[in-house]
């Protein structure tokens, strides 16, 4: 069995690291075929050294892309073979410079000639290829810092967990749910407030009955977050009660819910949707920017915790 065809995609990093480990068994061959007493994975400080003429540890890192501490452990090893030395900088003996040794730059016309060869068998190899693996690399490095895998997986992930969640319309039977939801988080940021205590106590009086709404988020066969609409005037909602039990988090559900609110307050004819919230709830922060909602100064809230107030024009 072909390992790598079999598992595709999801041993990529494995199979890089199998074709890194072949490229560096070659290297060792190729620079004892030189006779250029380097280990390979010295070269990339070598090759700077050798045309800057002197570096500090923390520039070589920012150069080859290295740690630090990988750099820092190369320069050990070449010195203790008597290729690199290091001094203080002599403006700032905070900082080791580090250069080449005369045993050092021996190597240099040496490796020259190993450069120029390899370079062209490169360019060989590269030209036998259909796809242009060297750009392929460049493309590969430019798109991971725009992205990098984990936070695209973290996302498909989310993709394919909020696929199973349902957003209901509220139900007396969800009650107990959308006072627990609330209270949970209420707890765990804050205090609960007698403004709490009325509308999560009383939601078909509160919020139902004057006109609003209240949507519930069941992931699997359970009931993990909810949001509710209250009416404010004829043409004003208010986006308020969000909440998604911390197990569920990650799941794209405060999305889901804040979607359904916006759909809903379009259907009733509402020109705008306003909500209060506090900046310390980065990550709710966040999603409202993403809905669409903007920062802006309204009445005084009923609520001490409020320190932000936002809104969503539904009508240009």
């Known amino acids: 069995m072909d390992f790598y065809h079999h598992t595709g995609k999801m041993a990529l990093g494995s199979r890089l690291r199998k074709l890194s480990e072949r490229f560096s068994e070659e290297a060792v061959k190729i620079f004892a075929m030189y006779e250029v007493p380097l280990d390979p994975k010295w ?5 700077v050294l050798s045309q800057k003429g002197e570096s500090s540890i923390k520039e070589l ?3 080859i892309g290295h740690s630090h501490a990988s750099v820092s452990q190369i320069v050990k090893e ?3 073979r008597g290729f690199t030395t290091s001094a203080k900088h002599h403006s700032d003996a905070r900082v080791s410079v580090v250069r080449l040794t005369e045993q050092g730059k021996k190597i240099q016309p040496k490796i020259a000639l190993q450069y120029t060869d390899v370079t062209k068998a490169v360019d060989e190899l590269m030209s036998e290829m259909q796809n242009d693996f060297w750009r392929a690399i460049e493309e590969i490095e430019f798109l991971l810092d725009q992205k990098d895998i984990f936070t695209r997986v973290r996302e498909k992930r989310k993709e394919r967990e909020s696929q199973n969640v349902e957003i209901l319309d509220y139900s007396p039977e969800f009650r107990e749910d959308f006072q627990r939801l609330n209270y949970e988080w209420i707890e765990h940021y804050f205090q609960i ?3 709490d205590r ?3 106590d009383h939601p078909e009086k509160k919020i139902l009955n004057p006109g609003g709404h209240i949507f519930m988020a069941r992931y699997g066969q359970e009931i993990v977050g909810t949001c509710a609409l209250i009416k404010m005037d004829s043409e004003t909602y208010e986006l308020a009660k969000m909440a998604v039990t911390e197990k569920a988090r990650g799941k794209k559900i405060g999305w889901l819910l804040g979607q359904a609110c916006i759909q809903k307050c379009r259907q009733l004819g ?3 949707l306003f909500l ?3 900046t310390r709830l980065e990550p709710a922060i ?3 920017y993403k809905l669409g909602f903007q920062r802006v100064t309204g009445p005084p809230s009923p609520y001490a915790r409020c320190n932000i107030q936002m809104e969503l024009p539904l009508v240009s």
């Open 43 to 47: 070269f990339p400080v070598f090759y």
């Open 276 to 278: 209060e919230s506090n």
């Open 61 to 63: 890192a920012e150069i």
């Open 193 to 195: 407030e007698d403004t």
């Open 198 to 200: 009325l509308a999560l």
């Open 78 to 80: 070449m010195t203790r």
């Open 286 to 288: 966040n999603l409202y």
């Open 270 to 272: 509402a020109h705008r």
